[in-house]
C-alpha cells in the first residue's frame, strides 16, 4: 500500500463482473512501458477500475387507481427525507400559546392534557382555567365536557393560575346553591373574563358578580336579578339576559354600570315597566318578546347604536318598541308587517313621510302573501333603505286589518331611488306571493337582484314559468337579475346568533 493511501479495488472481467485475475511477473513484463507524470504512474490501457454500468430497472409503475399509502410525505416520513417530521412541534410552541391552548379545551380534556409530560403538568395549572359545570336529574347522565359539582372544589384547589371562563348550569338544587357560594367566593374563580350562570329560577348570588371589573362576557339565565347589588362593569362587552326577572330601576342600573357595554341581548325578561335603554356605547340589540305578557322596550339614547334585531318576536300585538333616538340605526328586524307597535321617533317627533328614519339601509319584514300594502305603508319610513327580507308565512294572515292602499299617485321613495335587492324566503311561487313578488319587479326602478329562496330544486322549465308569472319582461329596472336558491332545511329568520357577532356586515343573509 502506498503510505496514505487505500487498497486498489480490483479490476473487473468485463464478462462477468468478478475481480480479473492478478497478472503474474511474465505478464507484467510484457504490459507496455509505464510512464511517469507530475509523480503519478500512467498504464496505457489499464483496466477500469468501476464496474461496467449496470442495466438500469426500471422503476415498477403506479397500478392505475391505486394510491401508495401516506403518498410523497407519509415515505419522507418513513425513509427519514423530512428530517424533522417526527419531531414534536407542539412542545416547541412557548408556555404561553401552549396555555391559551389548554384554556380553550373543555375542563376534562384541558385537565388530561396533564398526562402528556411534566411540562404540560405545569402547563395546566398555570393555564386560564375553563370550568363547566351542569347538574342534571339522576337518570340524565352530564356531558363529557363538563364536570360535576362534587369534583369542582378539587379542581379549584389544584389549579394555582387565573380563570377565563366559569359555566355554571344547575337545577334548583340548595345544596349545590350553598356550593355555589364558596366557589364564587374562592381565589381561583377571582378574575373572571366570562360566565354563564344559570340557577334553576333561583335569586342571582351576589357573589356571581364578585368578578365583575374583569368580566368580558356575561350571560345570566334562569334567575331573579336584584338591582340593589349590581356593580360596576368597566370592561364588560356582550350582555345576555335569557328568563330573568329584574324591576325596571334595576335594569336602568344595571345598564348604567356597564361602562364599555357593546351588544346586549334580551330574551324573556320580566320586568315590571317597560325596559328603557340608554348607552353610550351600545351597539347592537336583540329583543325577544315575553309571550302573552305585555312588554315595552324603549331605546331612549343610544348614539352608537347601528342594529336592532328582533329574532323570534311572535307575539307582536304583546310587543311595544320604541326608538326614541338612535341616529346610527342601519339594521332593523325581523317585524311583522301588520303590527303597528313598533314606534320610530326622531327625538320626540313621530316617523312620518315628513320625519322619517334616513339612516335604516337593511329591514327584514315577517308577511303573509296579502298583506303587500302593510310592507309598502312600512318602506315609507325609511325612504334610504337598500335591501329588503319578507319571509312568507300564512301565521302572518290572522292579523288581518283595514291598510291603506298603495296610491301610485305618492310614490315611495326607497323604490324610486335607493332599494336594489330584495330577498324572499320561504316562496312558494304561487297565490298572493307571486303578485307579492311582481309589484317589486314593475316597480323597483333601481333594483340590481332579486333573490327567491324556496323549497326544493327548481328546474329551468320551472324558473322560465315563474319568470312570465313575474313579468319580468316588462321590469321597471333593466339592470335586475332573479335568482331562485334552494333552501332544503326549513328556513327561519334568525340573526340572534349575530347580536353579538359585530363583524358579521348583514345579520339576516344566510349562507
Same mark, same amino acid.
Given at each position: 500500500?502506498?503510505?496514505?493511501? $487505500?487498497? *486498489?479495488?480490483? @479490476?473487473?472481467?468485463? =464478462?462477468?463482473? +468478478?475481480?480479473?485475475?492478478? /497478472? %503474474? &511477473?511474465?505478464?507484467? !513484463? $510484457?504490459? *507496455?512501458?509505464? @510512464?511517469?507524470?507530475? =509523480?503519478?504512474? +500512467?498504464?496505457?490501457?489499464? /483496466? %477500469? &477500475?468501476?464496474?461496467? !454500468?449496470?442495466?438500469?430497472?426500471? @422503476? ?16 419522507? !416520513? ?434
Amino acid at each position: 500500500l502506498r503510505r496514505g493511501g $487505500r487498497r *486498489p479495488t480490483p @479490476a473487473l472481467h468485463p =464478462g462477468s463482473g +468478478l475481480p480479473a485475475p492478478t /497478472p %503474474s &511477473r511474465v505478464e507484467r !513484463a $510484457r504490459q *507496455p512501458p509505464v @510512464a511517469r507524470c507530475g =509523480g503519478r504512474i +500512467l498504464r496505457p490501457n489499464r /483496466p %477500469s &477500475r468501476q464496474p461496467p !454500468a449496470m442495466e438500469k430497472k426500471e @422503476a415498477p409503475r403506479a397500478t392505475p387507481g391505486k394510491r401508495e399509502p401516506g403518498g410523497i410525505a407519509g415515505k419522507q !416520513a418513513r425513509t427519514g427525507d423530512c428530517g424533522e417530521a417526527a419531531e414534536d412541534f407542539i412542545s416547541r410552541l412557548p408556555d404561553a400559546v401552549l396555555c391559551t391552548i389548554i384554556s380553550l379545551l373543555p375542563t376534562k380534556d384541558g385537565g388530561r392534557t396533564q398526562a402528556l409530560s411534566r411540562r404540560w403538568r405545569r402547563l395546566w395549572r398555570s393555564a386560564p382555567l375553563n370550568l363547566e359545570v351542569l347538574t342534571r336529574p339522576p337518570d340524565d347522565p352530564i356531558p363529557t365536557h363538563s364536570v360535576t359539582p362534587s369534583a369542582v372544589s378539587d379542581i379549584i384547589s389544584r389549579h394555582h393560575g387565573p380563570a377565563r371562563r366559569f359555566y355554571f348550569h344547575c337545577l334548583r338544587d340548595d345544596e349545590v346553591y350553598a356550593q355555589a357560594e364558596t366557589w364564587f367566593l374562592s381565589r381561583a374563580l377571582a378574575n373572571l373574563q366570562e360566565l354563564d350562570a344559570s340557577y334553576g329560577n333561583l335569586p342571582l348570588l351576589p357573589s356571581a358578580l364578585r368578578a365583575a371589573p374583569t368580566l368580558l362576557v356575561a350571560k345570566i339565565s334562569h334567575c331573579d336579578l336584584p338591582g340593589e347589588i349590581v356593580p360596576d362593569f368597566p370592561l364588560l362587552k356582550q350582555l345576555t339576559l335569557l328568563y330573568v326577572s329584574i324591576s325596571a330601576d334595576g335594569f336602568h342600573t344595571l345598564l348604567s354600570s356597564c361602562h364599555a357595554l357593546e351588544s346586549l341581548c334580551m330574551s324573556q325578561v320580566r320586568a315590571a315597566g317597560c325596559l328603557r335603554v340608554s348607552s353610550p356605547t351600545l351597539r347592537s340589540i336583540g329583543f325577544r318578546d315575553n309571550h302573552s305578557e305585555e312588554t315595552e322596550l324603549v331605546i331612549e339614547d343610544a348614539p352608537r347604536l347601528v342594529r336592532l334585531l328582533l329574532p323570534y318576536c311572535y307575539q307582536d300585538d304583546c310587543v311595544t318598541i320604541r326608538v326614541i333616538w338612535a341616529p346610527k340605526l342601519e339594521i332593523m328586524g325581523p317585524f311583522a308587517a301588520f303590527v303597528s307597535k313598533v314606534l320610530l321617533f326622531q327625538r320626540k317627533s313621530p316617523v312620518s313621510s315628513a320625519n322619517s328614519m334616513h339612516t335604516v339601509k337593511v329591514l327584514a319584514l315577517r308577511s303573509s302573501g296579502d298583506k303587500l300594502h302593510a310592507v309598502l305603508n312600512i318602506l315609507r319610513w325609511f325612504p334610504c333603505l337598500e335591501k329588503l327580507y319578507v319571509t312568507f308565512h300564512k301565521r302572518y294572515e290572522m292579523g288581518a286589518k283595514d291598510e291603506p292602499q298603495y296610491d301610485p299617485r305618492h310614490p315611495i321613495e326607497c323604490l324610486q331611488t335607493h332599494l336594489k335587492n330584495v330577498v324572499f324566503k320561504l316562496y312558494w311561487g304561487n297565490g298572493k306571493q307571486v303578485d307579492f313578488a311582481r309589484f317589486f319587479v314593475l316597480n323597483a326602478e333601481v333594483l340590481n337582484k332579486i333573490e327567491f329562496e324556496v323549497h326544493g330544486d327548481y328546474s329551468s322549465e320551472s324558473v322560465a314559468f315563474q319568470h312570465r308569472l313575474l313579468h319580468v319582461k316588462n321590469r321597471a329596472s333593466r339592470d335586475a337579475q332573479f335568482e331562485f336558491r334552494s333552501m332544503r332545511v326549513r328556513n327561519k329568520y334568525l340573526g340572534d346568533e349575530h347580536i353579538h357577532d359585530l363583524s358579521v356586515a348583514d345579520p339576516f343573509r344566510q349562507p
